[in-house]
């Protein structure tokens, strides 16, 4: 270990980029889309209607980018939203006993209500203080957060309670201030999990923007301009091409985001994976490889956002703590602690006497519906799962196991899995209400539309998770075809069945509401089902009604999770799990 | 040497934990004390709580009881003076080598124009020039501890605590950084006071420390303190080198002692129940066959380890079972086989079985699992009803992997059988029918 100080100005001035370069093919990909978006927004500028009516929905074509940018926006603010909500709430959950002891629970149930029974309360408490538009697109985005931020939520608090403990550990000893713990420790750890789940949020969140852009809610009927409006304004005038043009714009955003968006940060978080070796097959990214090739982006990068970056960086360094010294753990509770349980508690006996008045008001008869609508809602949850699980586990064994199908077959599997089922369930209606079934029917297979794609996912994972030589000692011993789907195949996958049903089972129960009550060409169709009773009673602004409905929805959905799946997913734990 | 002061004092140190309401004593009544100047090894085999030691006096844990002064004053918090270079190397996966040694930097607020100045000296210094831009994945285990040490030293800690650093690495690469470490260390580059060293490897112990700690597991705690008080550089072949290695070796393997208390007493009776050392019978048998065909089947037992090419860790908890079950006796660091140690390396394996089987039966947890079976209806109980009365003498982990290693020896010994699938414990239709012992 020799002195060589003298080497050090010559490397710290190998840092610096030459400043004069050919511009490469990557800089030319930049510039054109830098040109195309410039055009995008002069386009957009002169497309926008002079005068827009809150209330009309435009069914001509030429809106339609006006419109998707709209939606895209409530999208983008409820998705910060989500994203500022999961921090703070994951971090308090994961960070502090008590309140780990109420938010889980509680995060458990929110996720299991129904997702438009949020609407109308959203909605009347954003009126009470706001004027009236503001209020319907904040309670529009309050709706499009309610199916963006648990799952993110639950992520972050997972990461946070599952930190390498060896670099939890340097981090404390190296007196990491709070600000570069979760700038180097936490954020980077949890970044592919939270990547993952930001995918499935914005899936989430076109699922449900026709029902959050154009609602009525007793007497009066919310409309904002956007893209779910306009498909569902389409779907009640029966108007064929608007639903096609309206399709195809958000197919089209969807495919857009998965390219410039999604993709390149899937390929960018490689580098945040823990495992210390290189992955055979990494992620790539056209884009991203642009981005990264582009003397133009990397210029730009280091001029101006780079120096904004470090001196933020600083900033937060300094705000946040100095080198923390953890307190000693408080063995005494202080008074005020009593105090907040006790005003805690007797707001809550206040509000569940308020709650059972409320409910009071609904006849018995009503309570009987509610449990028939339960039973048949719960068929045809099943019925749904099932139909699912039918055609995913062959297809999705198919694909995992065979890298060549999948690197054809994936991709587009993505993106037909993109597109929300709430979008295409007009066109699905259109057929359906021809059938004998009806509605009924076409509820079950709009439940299958938006769920069968988080098995197939975890199917076609689970089947590539099978060990190349497990496969080849069941050739060898020349098993039939079923004794290794009895053996090999059908134990691997099934820890990931579980894991995907849990999800499918939960997005079934929320899709009831959409698919068993529809508008469509200028009427309302119902169907018997809890989703139907939810939807009516937002409807006619039924409180009592939706409040009850609700309640029962959530009760069957948290029971169910906590007796079947949870055990089940317990068993998949510890028996099938593939090491 | 009394001269100088005092870094480190422990006093009465103890760790306890409570699990299913009892209490189990991780570390017990430690006393330590670190001088300025000293590199120290603490010590002792997996379990004795050396590393919770290394992390109470980084102040990363704060014991039960007892009292932990940093220079006279009591350590609250993280001691600002102190860190640890860890086994894993835990490196920020998503940072590169650079970027890890200035992120430690950036914590102790130095402005950021030095940060990579001085990053990129420490680098130079462990020879790592030329991988400032690498990411950890990109490096060798040796390497990656290297960024380890750097990282360490940018914050100038007076006291560098060591936590088996050595162990994740191969044995050249480990070699080579252990030399690394001493010319850092010995050469006075480096603003640091004073090393603690946490290992389990003996000869590591003596080739690099002025100190040796020694401590012992069921309860942790420390059991005497060797000097080496022979100057560097130290060969390995040196016969104080040898000389030192033996008596470290004959501490912490001790002396063979009379049956009934070699073996302790069953769970449940009163006394300290004897933990069974996790080890394959293969391994067990290998040395028992290895000592037999020595001359006058004994042996040294430092020499054993590097015939065997054994860490000292494994080979005492080898020769641990082999005292246990009555193979071996151990005196003054020596190991010799005992007559049924020797009919056992000779037999054919149904014999060894017959053999193994009756020790086995005296071994008092063994003993305690059979009446508990004998006992039961159909001969035969779930793992976790067995799991939960012996969590009531070890803690539940501890509980966990001994009665997989009851469970291990006892289907070697034909005694016990178990069906993972529906994780019940069967006695063994022949065991069963045998008069309860």
Known sequence: MTDRDFNHPIRLFRFVQPLLRPLSGADFVVLALMGVGLWAGVRLGQAVPEILQANEISLAPGVLPYYAVLSCGRMLAAYLLSLGFSLVYGTLAAKHRLAEKILLPLLDVLQSVPILSFLPVALLSFSAFLPLPVAVELAAIFLIFTSQAWNLTFAWYQSLRTLPRDLEEASTVFRFPAWLRFKSLELPFAAISLIWNSMMSWAGGWFFLMAAEMFSAGQRDFRLPGLGSYLQEAANQGSIPSLVWGLATMVGIIVLLDQLVWRPLLAWSEKFKLQLVESEYPLTSWFYDVLRGSFLVRALWQKTLLPVFAWLDQRLLTWFGPPGVRPAPETGRSWWRYLAAVVGVLLLGVGLWEVGRFLGRIPPGQWLALLEGLGATLVRVVAALVLAMAWTVPLGVLIGTNPRLAAVLQPLVQVVASIPATALFPVVLLFFLELPGGLNVAAIFLMLLGTQWYLLFNIIAGASAIPRDLHYTSILLRQSRWDRWRTLILPAIFPYVITGGITAGGGAWNASIVGEYVHFGGQSLTTTGIGAIIAQATAEGDYPLLLAATLVMILAVVSLNRLLWRRLYRLAEERYRLE | ?437
């Open chain 2, 1 to 437: 040497m009394n001269a100088r002061a005092t870094l480190v004092e422990l006093s009465q140190v103890s760790q306890v934990y409570w699990s299913g309401g009892r209490s189990f004593t991780a570390i017990q009544g430690v006393d330590l004390h670190l001088e300025e100047g000293e590199f120290v090894a603490l010590l002792g085999p997996s379990g004795c709580g050396k590393s919770t030691l290394l992390r109470i006096i980084t102040g990363l844990q704060t014991p039960t009881s007892g009292w932990v002064l940093y220079r006279g004053e009591p350590l609250r918090g993280v001691n600002p003076y102190a860190t640890i270079v860890f086994q894993t190397f835990a490196l920020f996966p998503w940072l590169t080598v650079l970027e890890n040694v200035e992120v430690a930097l950036k914590a102790k607020g130095v402005p950021a124009k030095l940060r990579t100045s001085r990053a990129l000296d420490l680098l130079d210094r462990v020879g790592l020039d030329g991988f400032e831009s690498a990411y950890p994945r990109e490096l060798s285990g040796g390497m990656r501890q290297k960024v380890g040490f750097a990282r360490a030293m940018a914050v100038e800690p007076e006291l560098l605590c060591l936590d088996e650093p050595f162990s994740a690495l191969d044995v050249l690469s480990a070699e080579a950084l252990r030399g690394e470490l001493l010319e850092l260390w010995t050469g006075g580059n480096i603003p640091t006071k004073a090393i603690l060293l946490v290992t389990h490897n003996i000869e590591e112990a003596v080739l690099l420390a002025d100190r040796i700690v020694i401590m012992d597991k069921d309860p942790g705690r420390v059991i005497t303190d060797v000097k080496v008080d022979y100057p560097q550089p130290r060969q390995r072949k040196d016969p104080r080198f040898l000389d030192l290695v033996d008596r470290v070796y004959m501490i912490l393997a001790g002396h063979t002692q009379p049956e009934h208390l070699e073996l302790g007493t069953a769970p449940g009776e009163p006394g300290r129940t004897r933990a069974l050392p996790h080890i394959s019978i293969d391994d067990l048998a290998g040395l028992v066959e290895h000592l037999d065909a020595l001359p006058g089947n004994e042996a040294d037992i430092y020499a054993l380890a590097r015939e065997l090419h054994m860490s000292s860790d494994h080979l005492l908890q080898l020769i641990e079972a082999a005292e246990i079950l009555g193979f071996a006796t151990v005196a003054q660091g020596d190991i010799t086989l005992t007559g049924l140690g020797e009919t056992f390396a000779e037999a054919s394996i149904p014999v060894r079985k017959e053999i193994f089987a009756t020790r086995l039966r005296r071994v008092p947890i063994v003993r305690w699992l059979v009446g508990l079976l004998q006992a039961a209806e159909r001969h035969q109980l779930r793992w976790d009803v067995v799991q939960k009365a012996l969590e009531l003498e070890f803690p539940a982990e501890e509980a966990e992997r001994q009665l997989e290693t009851v469970i291990n020896w006892g289907r070697y010994a034909e005694i016990l059988a178990y069906d993972d699938s529906s994780e019940i414990i069967y006695l063994e239709p022949g065991a069963a029918r045998a008069a309860p012992l």
